[in-house]
């Protein structure tokens, strides 16, 4: 891989190696990847896969918290 880029290399790779603690699920239909914050809350990151008219949702948006309890 080849990056153009005037940024730092320590800038570029400071994230790299961390881990990441985020899940895909699906919610009202809407694939999504989300970051658990509880036992029920998650925060969407972002929208995967859905409906179009799920990317204005509001409810959706990227940072909104959801109450979400994963099925067993």
Do not use: C
């Not at 999504?32 to 948006?61: C, H, K, T, W």
């Amino acid at each position: 891989m080849t990056l153009h880029t005037v940024m730092p290399l320590e800038a570029v790779w400071e994230k790299q190696g961390e881990a990441s603690m985020s899940a895909e699920v699906r919610i009202q239909g809407v694939l999504m990847e989300v970051r658990p914050l509880d036992f029920n809350r998650v925060q969407v990151i972002r929208l995967l896969d859905g409906p179009l008219d799920s990317y204005l949702n509001s409810a959706f948006a990227p940072g909104q918290i959801i109450q979400y309890v994963p099925a067993p």
